[in-house]
């Protein structure tokens, strides 16, 4: 049960970094909409908070060993922490200039997912600056492409 509840939270909360700041950035760069920014986070945290846990549940299901209880448990934490986490990067973007609120939710999503590798190599007893610099190198490749991706498109359709 608790390595079920583990799963997701800890894929709930890394996809919800990676995606809605992949989101927002791209978003930003292409259309520097603060309603379109705004939506796109509810459409994260709504669809793809559904998506990740059958996701969960289905990888969970297909493994002999789990449990109806784990596959669960696995299944409703995966929706929550994804739903929550990505629901808090609403909150910036209510409150500030859209550039800040880019800012803001980069300095949160970063240092989440920071604090959440730091946790998963100190469990492993791994380097916390080799796994901490793996999962940051991804995010940041992720938010990187949105950005060419978007400022591209912005480009294109003007």
Do not use: C
Request: glycine residues 8%; hydrophobic residues 55%; proline residues 1%.
């Amino acid at each position: 049960m608790k390595d079920s509840l583990r799963t997701g939270i800890s894929f709930g909360l890394t996809s919800a970094v990676i995606t809605t700041l992949g989101l927002m950035v791209g978003l930003h760069s292409g259309t520097h909409s603060k309603i379109v920014v705004l939506a796109g986070i509810l459409t994260i945290a709504i669809a793809d908070a559904f998506s990740d846990a059958l996701g969960i549940h289905i990888s969970k299901e297909s493994d002999n060993t789990q449990t109806t209880t784990q596959v669960w448990v696995a299944t409703i934490s995966t929706f929550l922490a994804k739903f929550l986490f990505a629901m808090t990067f609403v909150v910036p973007v209510l409150f500030f200039t859209l550039s800040i609120a880019i800012i803001i939710s980069l300095i949160w999503g970063l240092s989440i997912l920071t604090l959440l590798s730091y946790m998963i190599a100190k469990s492993k007893k791994e380097a916390a600056w080799k796994i901490v610099g793996e999962h940051l190198m991804i995010a940041i490749v992720v938010i990187g492409i949105t950005h060419w991706v978007g400022d591209f498109l912005g480009k294109i359709s003007t």
